[in-house]
């Protein structure tokens, strides 16, 4: 909006939001696409001497802290995603005078009410929303805060014109209506105030852990809207898009290698997506807050996951370091300044909406000291495994062994031309390769022959010195398999009291259960090459049936083809690859508890 006056002298006033992007990027065209001759923004007079040192210190973020002999304590961050900050920034590099003309006294912003999400801006365009913002702000009484604060900005903008013919002015959403109605009042030429009350100022470094209670926007997104200034090239930044970004860096380290980093898919990070976007809808809003975002991480990634991204959004990559001292901590309606210990509180001066406190239950990884707790107080007389799991890879178990005699039936099918019965079911695949002729045919399958008791998986058979643990575990009941397989080692990943999470590199299973040795300490005259060879000589030794179900990534080699026709064996491949990522991880991972008894608390730390 722009206001001229019978000097000729042009005002252009943009009402503003604090801490949103979208509104500093508009400020930032105004600013490349218009050319002023001053700036002025829409801060309490006090805090001016100090502005311009803590612009030129960013990225490196501060605040300026005003306060009198008693609590409240006043501060405003200097914010890169705020509008105002981005306006006083700009007049810097630009060599343009700024000016504060906030009302000196200060005071407790006013909370505004529910406004349209400036996620729109992109589609109903930057004038448009903030009608509609000023509209749902509406207009202030004669009298009120908001008024006296408008009717100050007035007088200070008729101040300036008088110096300067084209004014660019930031007025909060909040003060803008009553700032144009007394700019245009015949009384506010010479109206005065009373003094304001002195303040003590001093500027302070935010401690990095406590910029999210400061900033408007994420921590992530302020840094990367940072470092967007410095590309020329780069395109305007979508909050939306970010958030998207912040998940996918996440993922990728939240494990310490890829392999491990590719468990977490992009197929359940595109449903942490979808329930966060279900989240944010729910809450009429485009934008999704940290607490949904932490929520719907959870729900994909488990405690780990979502405290890695808890950190990850709350991580500003630009740091202090070189700067000595303590920082200013900040937290909701708290300060605690660097020479004192004990907290103020304090106001927010550039917060337009009220921080409250969300409950979200996550257990964080134990630490060192913890894991050591855990492995000392380890009873090495009682282990036991977590009975879901258990539940898991017998249902796992039968699907294989159901789908290794399914192949084998379908190796042996007889196709032939439809005369009178359908058989087994029409051929579609012989139907289709002899169309031409105009024929149906249909398969016969053969009955299947025997059964299969035993079930080999390797996950990993190429690195031997990750899994230095070997057993033999028997069947509690009729029910479960007896299990050899060799995997990490548990007390290398202590999780909670009695808790030990391991992965699996291979296993076997063997169904009906019967006690069999370990084939990992049988002694044998064969050499065999790695610990995934050795589990199929064993799983081959054992078997009572002809045919064993064979789960790797590639196909059996000649030596095991040799080792089972030794033992009159035939072993029926299937590929891993058939099963999913989500599947192979779910099986992967098993626990071991120390005794029956912690299967009561387990699943509070396994986390499912």
């Known amino acids: 909006m722009k206001l001229k006056a019978i000097d000729?002298?042009?005002?252009?006033?943009?009402?503003?939001?604090?801490?949103?992007?979208?509104?500093?990027?508009?400020?930032?065209?105004?600013?490349?696409?218009?050319?002023?001759?001053?700036?002025?923004?829409?801060?309490?007079?006090?805090?001016?001497?100090?502005?311009?040192?803590a612009i030129d210190d960013l990225p490196y973020i501060s605040a300026i802290v005003a306060q009198t002999g008693s609590d409240p304590v006043y501060y405003v961050p200097i914010d890169p995603c705020d509008a105002t900050i981005e306006a006083t920034r700009q007049a810097r590099q630009n060599h343009v005078p700024f000016f504060c003309i906030g009302h000196p006294a200060l005071c407790a912003p006013l909370a505004l009410p529910p406004l349209p999400d400036e996620n729109a801006i992109k589609r109903i365009g930057f004038d448009e929303y903030a009608t509609l913002c000023l509209?749902?702000?509406?207009?202030?009484?004669?009298?009120?805060?908001?008024?006296?604060?408008?009717?100050?900005?007035?007088?200070?903008?008729?101040?300036?014109?008088?110096?300067?013919?084209?004014?660019?002015?930031?007025?909060?959403?909040?003060?803008?209506?009553?700032?144009?109605?007394?700019?245009?009042?015949?009384?506010?030429?010479?109206?005065?105030?009373?003094?304001?009350p002195?303040?003590?100022?001093?500027?302070?470094?935010?401690?990095?852990?406590?910029?999210?209670?400061?900033?408007?926007?994420?921590?992530?997104?302020?840094?990367?809207?940072?470092?967007?200034?410095?590309?020329?090239?780069?395109?305007?930044?979508?909050?939306?898009?970010?958030?998207?970004?912040?998940?996918?860096?996440?993922?990728?380290?939240?494990?310490?290698n890829r392999d491990q980093a590719i468990d977490l898919s992009p197929g359940r990070v595109q449903r942490a997506l979808a329930f966060l976007r279900n989240l944010t809808v729910s809450d009429d809003r485009l934008v999704p807050s940290l607490f949904d975002i932490v929520v719907a991480a959870k729900g994909v990634g488990g405690n780990s996951y979502a405290l890695h991204m808890l950190k990850c959004a709350r991580y500003y990559p630009y740091l202090p370091v070189e700067m000595s001292g303590p920082f200013l901590s900040v937290g909701i309606d708290k300060i605690v300044l660097p020479d004192e210990s004990s907290a103020h509180t304090a106001v927010n001066l550039l917060r337009d909406f009220s921080f409250v406190w969300q409950y979200l239950s996550i257990k964080p990884d134990p630490t060192d000291l913890q894991k050591k707790k855990y492995r000392y107080s380890w009873d090495p007389g009682g282990m036991c495994s977590h009975v879901p799991e258990d539940e898991r890879i017998e249902k796992f178990n039968d699907h294989v062994?159901?789908?290794?005699?399914?192949?084998?039936?379908?190796?042996?099918?007889?196709?032939?031309?439809?005369?009178?019965?359908?058989?087994?079911?029409?051929d579609i695949r012989e139907t289709l390769t002899k169309w031409y002729t105009g024929d149906i045919y249909v398969k016969e399958l053969p009955p299947s022959r025997g059964a299969m008791d035993m079930v080999v998986i390797l996950f990993d058979a190429d690195h031997d010195e990750l899994y230095p643990h070997k057993a033999t575990w028997f069947a509690e009941h009729d029910e479960e398999s007896t299990l050899t397989f060799y995997s990490t080692d548990p007390f290398d990943n202590m999780i909670g009291p009695g808790v030990a999470r391991s992965y699996y590199g291979g296993l076997s299973l063997l169904f009906p259960p019967r006690p069999v040795p370990n084939i990992f300490e049988l002694e044998t005259n064969i050499e065999f090459k790695n610990n995934a060879e050795c589990l199929t000589y064993g799983?081959?030794?054992?078997?009572?049936?002809?045919?064993?179900?064979?789960?790797?990534?590639?196909?059996?080699?000649?030596?095991?083809?040799?080792?089972?026709?030794?033992?009159?064996?035939?072993?029926?491949?299937?590929?891993?690859?058939?099963?999913?990522?989500?599947t192979l991880k779910k099986l992967r991972t098993f626990h071991v508890l120390n005794g029956k008894h912690v299967r009561s608390w387990a699943a509070r730390f396994i986390g499912e």
Not at 223 to 241: L, S
Not at 401 to 424: H, Y
């Open 198 to 256: 002195q303040y003590t100022v001093r500027r302070e470094f935010i401690n990095p852990d406590h910029l999210y209670f400061a900033l408007g926007e994420l921590p992530f997104v302020t840094g990367k809207f940072e470092k967007e200034r410095y590309d020329p090239f780069a395109e305007k930044i979508d909050v939306v898009a970010l958030v998207k970004d912040l998940f996918r860096e996440t993922r990728d380290q939240f494990h310490e």
């Open 135 to 196: 509209h749902a702000v509406g207009n202030a009484a004669p009298g009120s805060q908001r008024d006296t604060a408008g009717q100050y900005i007035a007088h200070r903008l008729h101040q300036l014109r008088s110096s300067h013919k084209n004014i660019l002015a930031l007025v909060h959403m909040g003060n803008c209506a009553r700032a144009i109605y007394h700019f245009n009042q015949e009384k506010t030429h010479n109206l005065s105030f009373p003094i304001a």
């Open 539 to 582: 799983a081959l030794l054992f078997s009572e049936e002809r045919r064993i179900a064979f789960v790797a990534k590639n196909k059996p080699g000649v030596r095991l083809r040799k080792m089972a026709e030794s033992l009159k064996k035939h072993i029926v491949w299937v590929p891993l690859s058939t099963f999913s990522s989500e």
């Open 401 to 426: 062994r159901n789908k290794a005699l399914s192949m084998l039936r379908e190796d042996l099918v007889v196709s032939e031309k439809f005369t009178v019965s359908v058989r087994d079911g029409i």
């Open 8 to 53: 000729q002298s042009v005002i252009t006033i943009v009402p503003v939001l604090h801490g949103k992007i979208a509104f500093a990027e508009y400020i930032r065209e105004c600013c490349m696409k218009g050319r002023f001759d001053c700036i002025v923004v829409d801060l309490p007079q006090p805090f001016e001497p100090y502005l311009a040192h």
